[in-house]
């Protein structure tokens, strides 16, 4: 009988927008997958009852037997206690505090759960699933809205203490710097996440820098992270400004994890990375510009390829791996 | 018979000045401890027989039989490549460049040995041996001439790709800021070690700046760091600046570790921390001051408690834990 014999992981990956979900055999091949809409604004309870569905949708897609399904790995947005199962509070999600999510979630599926903080699945997700197989020690920061990341070490991820290591984005590489929504001053995420390039050209033009950009900063059509690269790119001196500090702000970042950890490699992923070379280039320059001298043990710094599926790949992954570590 | 049934560790710690060695039994007990003067001037093969013979002199002082001893740790202050046990450059010692010191040592006494880097193998003595045993995750911060430091995460040695992981002294704090040595700008140790902190009262008296202690800076009485800790106690306006600084520099190297990591401990080592509260008081303040308030998630900032005999207490401890890895 099809799927007898066959077992199978889920990967959940909810996000303020979108919630995936993917089946993944023991091999680490998709063998369904599916996105549903978040409607974040629904509350707890609403989503909750969408992820449960999900699940069963996935299953049955997959064509596998319900005795199959190892674990259920959950990547959430938020601070998190790993060991209770419990999401502290997500901040894109409505009503979600102080919620016991692995015993819910077990209780009404029958399966076996596991949380995560998303950002830290992704990474785990690249690390087991990209091609840097070859990798054991890899940081990862996640260039998005916002900036996250994940620290791999001996291939495992790690937690730290209170289930928030790989906060990247919080690194103050300027202190007394650009105020940050977390309350401090200067974090990495105020100068090299998509949105704070955009503001800072906005800012810079509004403080009167001339910019092709200008029309768009004043007008009706929406100025995106796009425009600034591409303006920078074109050699506007506002935009190329903007752009070469956010990509010497990462690179300092990167300076920064080579010495503590000394990891072979450092990954950039989110949406940033859409802009290529003219990313990279300039993080790699500035990295090389800045890093010491006298040994050359420099990470390599290298795009995600994964994309979107990253979370859910590792969701599901560090729950087998979880799985494993129980003996089961 | 004494000491036939008894199993110890050597550990050696190899200083610019000093090489300290102990033996420790399986309780991390010192059954022996001696220290000789480096002699670092008269190059690696005089070095290397007077380690040699410190190594059979802690062996007949502690009464154990020879094969009593399970393995030598030995910490040396330079990059190194930990698998094949080769120091590349202890920049301290004169002639020390690829030295294969594990294959010579373990040659010429008989033993199995383990190198490591010497900041690293004081971070994890001061684990093993300190009151922090109930960690698992801590990082260490040695402010000395330099700054070093060591990482453990899950109560294991972080290494890293090229085995110099825990080099925080060079995480750049200030962008563009101080130049140091080692080829960088702003690196922590430039604002920090006890080194800086007196360099920069020197160049604060030069430039102008208006100070108690400027007579020792013009004069021939030696500006010590402990002097411009006291000035700055005392209320002395150049000196206060500068030890702030400092401090919050190291405030904010804590912060960028709490962010990666996450560890519950940080742990202040070094000579810099015989200035006790003066210290640990302003660290800890401007750490609450940078730190982000969306997340409690604080690692404890404590003072080192081993002092000197933590480089060879981790030595022994790491050479021990190679051999239990190894299944002896």
């Not at 993944?24 to 549903?36: F, N, S, T, V």
């Not at 928030?164 to 103050?172: D, K, L, P, R, S």
Request: some cysteine; aromatic content about 4%; proline content about 4%.
């Amino acid at each position: 009988m099809p799927g007898m014999s066959v077992r199978a992981t889920l990967g959940i990956d909810i996000g303020g927008t979108n919630i995936k979900g993917g089946v993944l055999d023991e091999q680490d091949r998709l063998l369904a997958r599916r996105a549903i809409e978040t409607r974040a604004e629904e509350g707890f309870e609403a989503s909750f009852a969408r992820i449960v569905a999900l699940i069963e949708e996935l299953i049955a897609e997959a064509g596998i037997a319900r005795s199959g399904i190892t674990a259920v790995g959950v990547g959430v947005p938020g601070p998190m206690d790993h060991a209770a199962g419990v999401v502290r509070h997500a901040p894109n999600l409505d009503g979600w505090v102080d919620i016991p999510l692995r015993t819910l979630l077990s209780e009404r599926t029958g399966l076996t759960c596991v949380i995560e903080n998303d950002a830290n699945a992704a990474a785990f997700g690249e690390f087991v699933g990209g091609t840097q197989r070859t990798a054991t020690d890899m940081v990862m920061l996640t260039l998005g809205t916002g900036i996250g990341g994940g620290v791999i070490l001996g291939g495992r991820l790690v937690r730290g203490r209170f289930d928030n290591a790989g906060e990247v984005g919080h690194m103050i590489v300027a202190i007394g710097g650009r105020a940050c929504p977390c309350g401090q001053r200067g974090c990495l995420e105020r100068y090299a996440s998509a949105n704070a390039i955009r503001e800072r050209l906005i800012e810079a033009v509004r403080a009167g820098e001339t910019s092709v950009l200008a029309p768009q900063v004043y007008g009706s059509e929406p100025l995106t992270t796009e425009d600034v690269c591409r303006a920078a790119q074109e050699g506007d001196q506002a935009a190329e400004r903007v752009w070469e500090e956010a990509c010497r702000m990462l690179a300092a970042a990167c300076v920064n994890l080579q010495h503590v950890l000394n990891p072979g490699l450092i990954v950039l992923a989110g949406g940033l990375i859409n802009a290529g070379e003219a990313l990279l280039g300039p993080v790699r320059r500035a990295f090389t510009e800045l890093t010491w001298k006298i040994c050359e043990d420099y990470p390599r710094i290298e795009p995600a390829v994964l994309g979107g599926d990253a979370g859910l790949l590792g969701a599901a992954a560090l729950a087998r791996e979880a799985l494993a570590q129980r003996g089961a």
